[in-house]
């Protein structure tokens, strides 16, 4: 009598790393939540906010590193691993210096107690690009397990660390949050860590090589622009519109709500390998994209339906009695990120493709939705509701897009 092992691929692996990543993140979350008042949880929101743009900029980076990673070889991948590491570390410290300049102003901004927090999440902005382009590299070359590592160091030192400073120390929680986070970033570098040779490398990138690269970092930029607007945008706009305890609630909504965003992102990261290696093969791509899209869709269908069913209990449970008055809204602020999501796999996938019109379809529905809210926010309601109309407008276009290229063939 034989026996079988039960095996589980790399991949699978990276996908249970994921999962458990994004739990450990609405942990973290929670434990903010339950630790701080509305008031309070409102300003270390916003640095997890500011944490979510940080992502999506670094994504830039990280998409490229994966994409030529596969793409080139020999001297034209030495040249091309020099000058991602230098322009990631360009871009980092620019944005950082930037972020501890402007933080009085950002403190003035977003009506928070002190700009300290600022100016301890600046610090740690470099060390975050130069985590992206590492992961970007094992991304590329598929090496899930050590990528998985990364993620799961940088996480659990975030969650312990803030915890421990939020219990132990008597600074601001905005500060502790602050520094939390990018303490955080050192620990995501660990893994793998960084080769400083990849900067004695003298090989230059030939014109076409770079010329093909310039154009997808600032296609790619431009797109994560659009994710920052529409990921983003609802929560700073309301933390400036709306009293603290008002921003805190919705805070509060939108973690809960996200969580359709967050896991899609796990099939994205899967997916963009397998797209460009079926491309180099000259095979259809597009049954990699239903499959994605069927795994999102029964995901989101999900989380709605359990939003819609039992808000008091999902409400009461993550962040207690206090944050209860959202409860209406969180199946809407599900749909909403669900619409998101779906749309996002279409992007990436065309992204992958060197394809970049539904690039310009999110800019265009981003910007329509910041416009949106600015204009009409007499209620957290309405902010929702807006949300959910202009995601339904951006997935409708998508999916054109994707039979008009189909019809095309």
């Not at 409102?42 to 997890?48: G, K, Q, R, V």
Request: glycine residues 8%; hydrophobic residues 55%; aromatic residues 14%.
């Amino acid at each position: 009598m034989t026996t079988h092992k039960l095996t589980l691929s790399p991949e699978q692996l990276f996908m249970g790393s994921i999962l458990l990543v994004n739990g450990g993140n609405y942990l973290y979350n929670l434990i903010l939540g339950r630790l701080l008042t509305p008031a309070v949880f409102a300003e270390a929101a916003l640095l997890i906010t500011l944490l979510l743009i940080l992502s999506f900029m670094g994504m830039t980076f990280q998409l490229a590193m994966a994409k030529f990673t596969v793409i080139f070889s020999g001297s034209t991948w030495k040249a091309f691993h020099r000058y991602i590491y230098k322009a990631g570390l360009f871009t980092g410290v620019g944005i950082g210096l930037l972020v501890v300049a402007l933080a009085p102003a950002l403190q003035q901004l977003f009506n928070t107690s002190n700009f300290w927090m600022f100016t301890a999440f600046g610090f740690g902005v470099p060390l975050y690009f130069l985590m992206s382009i590492k992961r970007g590299k094992d991304h590329g070359k598929q090496h899930y397990s050590r990528l998985s590592l990364s993620y799961q160091a940088e996480m659990w030192s975030r969650l312990l660390l803030t915890l421990a400073a939020l219990l132990l120390l008597p600074a601001k929680p905005g500060l502790l949050v602050g520094m939390g986070i990018a303490a955080s970033f050192l620990f995501g570098l660990v893994p793998g860590g960084i080769n400083l040779n990849v900067f004695k490398i003298k090989e230059r990138l030939k014109p076409t090589a770079h010329s093909h690269v310039s154009r997808f970092i600032l296609i790619t930029a431009s797109y994560e622009f659009t994710q920052i607007i529409i990921n983003n945008s609802d929560i700073l706009l309301v933390k400036h519109f709306f009293e603290n305890t008002d921003a805190g609630l919705y805070a509060s909504l939108a973690l809960i709500g996200r969580v359709v965003y967050f896991v899609a992102w796990m099939f994205v990261m899967l997916l963009l390998p397998a797209v460009l290696e079926r491309q180099k093969r000259g095979e259809n791509t597009n049954p990699l994209l239903y499959k994605y899209v069927m795994y999102i869709g029964m995901f989101a269908s999900t989380i709605i339906l359990g939003c819609y069913l039992f808000p008091e209990v999902i409400i009461q449970l993550m962040f207690g009695k206090a944050y209860l008055p959202m409860a209406g809204l969180l199946w809407q602020y599900a749909l909403a990120t669900s619409l998101f999501a779906i749309s996002n796999i279409f992007a990436y996938y065309f992204l992958c493709l060197d394809d970049y019109i539904p690039v310009m379809w999110s800019g265009i529905f981003g910007i329509s939705q910041v416009l949106l809210i600015i204009l009409f926010h007499s209620s957290l309601d309405m902010v929702v509701q807006l949300q959910i109309v202009v995601m339904t407008f951006l997935l409708i276009s998508q999916l054109i897009y994707f039979a008009y290229k189909n019809i095309m063939r």
